[in-house]
């Protein structure tokens, strides 16, 4: 019972120095994708802060009937208030991921 232990341990052993080396003698690539904001496909769109409130920011599109919701942290952050014109910039395609925000009216 102990010989069929120890060769079943061995036999463990020997396969993981085996597998070990075969990793060990393959080249390691290392492939860094980054994506900026320059080269993601971005849209932006102008809106106007129409109420800053308990719930958070909201503002109007200057072009059609869209409107936009903000958190309170958003606005500390770019220091908004009501009736400032802003600038958000969003992924194409993809309206509830903000990517940048700027004040227009400065």
Do not use: C, R
Request: no cysteine.
């Amino acid at each position: 019972m102990k010989k069929s232990i120890l060769t079943v341990l061995t036999l463990i052993l020997f396969l993981s120095i085996t597998v070990y080396i075969q990793q060990s003698n393959k080249p390691v690539t290392a492939t860094k994708q980054t994506e900026t904001a320059s080269q993601q496909s971005l849209e932006t769109y102008e809106y106007i802060v129409t109420s800053i409130n308990k719930e958070g920011i909201t503002g109007d599109s200057t072009k059609d009937d869209t409107g936009i919701f903000l958190t309170h942290q958003m606005a500390d952050k770019y220091n908004l208030q009501t009736g400032d014109k802003i600038k958000v910039w969003f992924p194409k395609d993809d309206y509830e991921t903000i990517t940048k925000i700027s004040k227009v009216n400065q």
